[in-house]
């Protein structure tokens, strides 16, 4: 199984390369190609994971259409054969891995939202026993559940190396109102989320949201809740200690290594990449009840 970490698509406007995605100018919309590049510390890994792009792409539809009443979102369509005819000699590439989109004026935030102490809120916490500068109570875990979900900020910052906010300065960067705004819609989305997944036996631990104007309208952008965007822990077998579905598999990996971050990331080991792509693929299942046609 081969991953596609580059897609040759000459002949249409580039409008941004993302570490995980490409984006191409439609006018009025956008086509955003999901790769199976992996990023991890900032970094993109020299190894993709198969198909990877593809499950992104189908677990962030399946939540964009299930939380259309909470948020407003960027999809029109996830389906090439409703793609505009320009894209029609693309298709073969295209398919399954592309969503067209409406175009946005990004808001420039991590919209965070964390029910659980882990990444780097499990980091902060054991160093200093806050988590973006608020004091917890002491004797938590790392996984331990807080009281209530908590938005944690960070700035989507061009060269990659994004800078932990407080809410007071996503007002002072994105506005009063419209931080009130994708506060309370990011809460809602992770509280709705966690609902869902948890009926399945899947627990929400984390997420990140993005948001754009179209307009004067704030609706959601990019991706939504993906073992890329998002930390999800089950128990494989009733009783088994809790496994991470999600990326955090991939960092894991890479801190228990000894890569220092500075140097230039490794090539992934085959099993690695194996067990990566099993665990989105059954993220996705538990998830949506469903194996996607084009892995069965
Ligand atoms: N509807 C939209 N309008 C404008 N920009 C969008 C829209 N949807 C997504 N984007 C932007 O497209 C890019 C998606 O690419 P990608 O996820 O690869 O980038 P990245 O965020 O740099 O990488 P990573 O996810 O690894 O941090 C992001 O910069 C995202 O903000
Ligand atoms: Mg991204």
């Known amino acids: 199984m081969q991953a596609v970490t580059s897609l040759d698509i000459s002949g249409l406007e580039v409008f941004s390369k993302g570490k995980v995605r490409d984006l191409y100018d439609l006018g009025e ?6 790769s199976d590049r992996v990023s991890a510390f900032d970094y993109v890994l020299p190894s993709g994971i198969p198909d990877k792009g593809k499950i992104l792409t189908a677990l962030s539809s399946f939540w964009f259409k299930h939380m259309e009443n909470i948020s407003e ?33 990004r808001i420039d935030i991590e919209c ?19 988590v973006a500068g608020c004091e917890l109570p002491g004797g938590l875990k790392e996984n331990s559940k807080l009281e209530k979900p908590i938005f944690t900020p960070s700035t989507k910052a061009d060269d ?23 506060m ?17 036996g899947v627990t929400l631990l984390d997420t990140k949201f993005e948001f754009g104007y179209l307009d004067e309208k704030i609706i959601l952008i990019d991706e939504a809740l993906t073992p890329d965007s998002s930390r999800f822990l089950v128990e494989e077998k009733s009783g088994s200690e809790p496994v991470n579905l999600d990326k955090q598999f991939i960092r894991d990996f890479l801190e228990g290594m000894g890569w220092d971050k500075d140097s230039p990331p490794p090539v992934l080991p085959d099993h690695v990449v194996t067990e990566c792509r099993r665990r989105y693929l059954m993220l996705f299942e538990r998830l949506t009840g469903e194996i996607p046609q084009w892995a069965r």
Do not use: C
């Open 184 to 200: 309370a819609t990011s809460v809602r989305l992770f509280e709705e989320a966690s609902v869902f997944a948890g009926a399945r």
């Open 29 to 34: 919309n956008l086509l955003v190609v999901a």
């Open 160 to 182: 990659g190396h994004d800078r932990n906010i407080t809410v007071s300065e996503m007002r002072d960067i994105a506005g009063s109102k419209p931080t009130e705004e994708v």
């Open 112 to 130: 965070i939202v964390r029910g659980y102490l882990a990444g780097s809120a499990w980091k902060e916490y054991s160093a200093s026993g806050t």
């Open 73 to 105: 979102h960027h999809l029109i369509t996830d389906r090439v054969e409703e793609f505009p005819g320009s894209l029609k000699m693309y298709q073969d590439v295209l398919r399954h891995r592309s969503m067209l989109v409406k175009k946005a004026r």
